[in-house]
C-alpha cells in the first residue's frame, strides 16, 4: 500500500560525509587512510599512479552545512548530498535535460509491462581502494535502501512492489516486480556503496566511505568547533573522463551568514540557498543564478469523498486559488506558480499545458455545475445525485477538512489560505495541524478532503505515484488512470532502446491536466551563487548542482 505523508527523495539521495563523533578534534591535517575501512579481507589492489593535473592551480572550493544524520541513506541534507555527488556514483544519473545518463551501467532492458528490468554494469569498475565493484555491490545497496526507504516515500511503493532481485553474473542483475514500475530509473540513482555487511553502518559510511566517484578525500582538518575543511583530489580509478581540477575543498560552516560572506570574498565558490537568504546580501562578484529546486507545493483532492470527485468541484479550487498570492506571500520568493509536472528546463515542458489561470468568473461557473444533494450526519457529503435543472450548489452543507503538516510553515499559510478562499465562495471549512504519526493516522484513516503536501522529485512524472497507480497499490488521491501506466511503459521501453519518449510524455500531461488528480500549486526554487570562475552555469535543478561542475569550471 502506498499511503504516505512525507516524501523522503530517497532516490537521489547520495552517501553523507559526516566525519564527527568518531573524528579527533585537532586543526592538523591528517592523511585519509582508506585501509582503516572495515571490510571484508581483499587480495591488495594493484597501485594506481596519481592523475597528471595540467593546472594544480586549478581549485575549487565549496561549502557544506546541515550535517543532520550520519546514515549514507538517510541524510536529508542538501548540501550533504550535493557533495557526495563527487564521491560516490550511481547506476544513472538525471542530466540538464532531465532525462538519465547510464554512469555505471552499460545498458538495461525492460519487458512489456515494466515489471522485469535488467541492467548490466561497464566492465571493470573499481572503487577507490582498487576493489572490482560488482553487481553484488549494487545489490547491496539496494538492500540497504530497502531497509532505510522511509514509509512515507513514493519508493515504500517500489519496495513493496519488489518480488525478487539476483545476481546473474558480476557484471548483469535482475530486478523482478509484482506491479509495472515504469519510472524505476529514478530509483536507481542511489549511490552504489561497497559490499560491507560484515561492517557496522556507523563505521563504514561516516568514518571510512569507499566510494567510486571522481574524487577521493585526501585530507581533512578538524578545527575545535568541530567544522570541518576535507580536500579531495582526483580519483585514478574514476571510470569516466578525468577530472581536469586538481582540488576541490570543502568547507563547513556553522550560520549560513558565514557562508555568505565566504562565497562574497571569493572564499568559496558556490553557494546555495532556497529561502531568499540572498536578498540585500553583499556578495562581490559572485554571480546568482537561479534555479529549480527538486520539489512541487500541490494539493491531493481525497477521490474517496463524493464532493472531490466531481471534476467540476476540482476545477474550481484549480481556478480559484491565486497562485501569484501563493508566489508571495506563501512562498516567499522562493518557489514559482506552475501548471506542469515538468521542469521548465525539461524538454517536456509546454506552456500549452499551463491553461488553469486564476479568474474567480471561471471558479463560480465550475461551482455552478457542481451538483450536491445530500450529506451523512457530520456534514460531509454521501451521495450525488444527477444534475439539478437549475444547477444550484447548496454551499451551506459542505464542511471541507483541510489537512497539512503543522511542522512546515508552507503547508499551513497555504492551508489557512485556501481556507479563507472557500470562505469567500460560502463554503465552509476546517483546517488541521498535525505532524508525525498523527498526520499519518488522519490520512491513513482518510480524515481529510484536502491535503497539503510537498513531493521532493527529480522527474515530474513521479508525481504519479502520488496522483495514481494500479489497483493493487494506492495512493493518496485514490486517483487510477490505467492509461497513465500503460504511457509511462511505453516511455521506459522506448527509452532502453534509445528512441523519443516525447508523444508518451505529452499523452501523460494531458491526461493529468485534464483530469486533475493532484492540483499543483508552485514549484520551489534555490538561487545559487557562483564565482566568476565558473562560466555558463544555467539554469538547473539542485539535484544537479556539483555533477556539471567540471563543464562548468573553466581553467584560464
Known amino acids: 500500500m502506498m499511503k504516505q505523508t512525507k516524501l523522503l527523495m530517497i532516490i537521489t539521495l547520495l552517501l553523507s560525509l559526516l566525519l564527527t563523533a568518531s573524528c579527533q578534534n585537532t586543526s592538523s591535517s591528517t592523511p585519509y587512510d582508506t585501509a582503516m575501512t572495515e571490510s571484508p579481507a581483499e587480495t591488495p589492489a594493484a597501485t594506481v599512479p596519481p592523475i597528471e593535473i595540467q593546472d594544480q592551480d586549478a ?35 538525471l542530466n540538464a535535460e532531465y532525462g538519465y545518463d547510464m554512469l555505471l551501467a552499460e545498458s538495461y532492458s525492460v519487458n512489456e509491462d515494466c515489471t522485469r528490468w535488467e541492467i548490466t554494469l561497464r566492465e571493470n569498475l573499481a572503487f577507490e581502494d582498487g576493489s572490482s565493484l560488482t553487481s553484488a555491490d549494487v545489490l547491496y545497496t539496494w538492500n540497504l535502501l530497502r531497509r532505510t526507504t522511509s514509509v512515507f516515500s513514493p519508493s515504500q511503493a517500489v519496495v513493496d512492489a519488489l518480488n525478487s532481485s539476483f545476481a546473474q553474473d558480476s557484471r548483469t542483475f535482475v530486478l523482478e516486480f509484482s506491479s509495472p514500475q515504469p519510472q524505476l530509473l529514478q530509483y536507481l540513482c542511489f549511490p552504489v556503496v561497497k559490499n560491507n555487511s560484515s561492517a557496522t553502518q556507523s563505521t563504514s559510511f561516516s568514518n571510512r566511505p569507499v566510494g567510486s566517484g571522481m574524487y577521493t578525500i585526501d585530507t581533512y582538518t578538524q578545527n575545535e568547533e568541530g567544522l570541518l575543511e576535507i580536500t579531495l583530489t582526483p580519483n585514478p580509478r574514476y571510470f569516466g573522463t578525468q577530472p581536469t581540477i586538481a582540488q576541490v575543498i570543502v568547507h563547513q560552516y556553522k550560520y549560513m551568514e558565514d557562508a555568505v560572506e565566504a562565497i562574497a ?35 491531493v483532492p481525497n477521490l474517496d469523498n463524493a464532493v472531490m470527485t466531481q471534476l467540476d468541484f476540482r476545477k474550481f479550487l484549480i481556478t480559484a486559488i491565486d497562485r501569484s498570492y501563493v508566489e508571495a506571500q506563501v512562498m516567499y520568493g522562493g518557489g514559482k506558480a506552475t501548471d506542469s509536472i515538468f521542469y521548465p528546463t525539461s524538454p517536456y515542458y509546454s506552456e500549452q499545458y499551463l491553461v488553469y489561470d486564476h479568474n474567480s468568473n471561471e471558479a463560480a461557473r465550475y461551482l455552478s455545475l457542481c451538483d450536491i444533494d445530500d450529506y451523512d450526519d457530520d456534514g460531509l457529503l454521501d451521495v450525488i445525485t444527477d444534475q439539478r435543472e437549475d444547477g444550484s450548489f447548496d454551499y451551506e452543507k459542505i464542511s471541507l477538512r483541510l489537512l497539512a503538516n503543522k511542522s512546515n510553515d508552507e503547508h499551513r499559510y497555504l492551508a489557512e489560505y485556501i481556507q479563507d478562499v472557500l470562505v469567500d465562495y460560502g463554503i465552509e471549512s476546517t483546517v488541521t495541524l498535525l505532524s508525525g504519526t498523527e498526520l499519518t493516522q488522519a490520512i491513513n484513516r482518510g480524515e481529510y478532503d484536502i491535503l497539503v503536501r510537498t513531493v521532493r522529485c527529480i522527474n515530474g512524472l513521479d508525481i504519479y505515484n502520488l496522483a495514481g497507480s494500479s489497483e493493487e497499490y494506492e495512493n493518496l488521491s485514490g486517483y487510477v488512470n490505467d492509461s497513465i501506466t500503460e504511457l509511462l511503459c511505453n516511455a521506459a521501453a522506448a527509452l532502453a532502446e534509445g528512441q523519443d519518449a516525447s508523444s508518451d510524455y505529452q499523452e501523460i500531461q494531458n491526461i493529468i491536466q485534464d483530469e486533475l488528480p493532484i492540483i499543483l500549486i508552485a514549484r520551489k526554487t534555490s538561487t545559487v551563487a557562483v564565482s566568476p570562475k565558473l562560466r555558463g552555469v544555467s539554469s538547473f535543478s539542485e539535484n544537479l548542482l556539483y555533477w556539471n561542475i567540471e563543464k562548468w569550471y573553466k581553467i584560464e
Open 59 to 93: 581549485i575549487l572550493h565549496l561549502q557544506i552545512y546541515d550535517l543532520d544524520s550520519v546514515h549514507p541513506l538517510l541524510t536529508t541534507s542538501q548540501s550533504v548530498i550535493n557533495f557526495n555527488q563527487l564521491l560516490y556514483s550511481s547506476l544513472f544519473r
Open 265 to 299: 570574498s571569493g572564499e568559496i565558490d558556490i553557494y546555495c540557498s532556497t529561502d531568499g537568504f540572498f536578498q540585500n546580501q553583499e556578495l562581490g562578484d559572485a554571480i546568482l543564478t537561479e534555479s529549480y529546486a527538486s520539489s512541487l507545493l500541490y494539493l
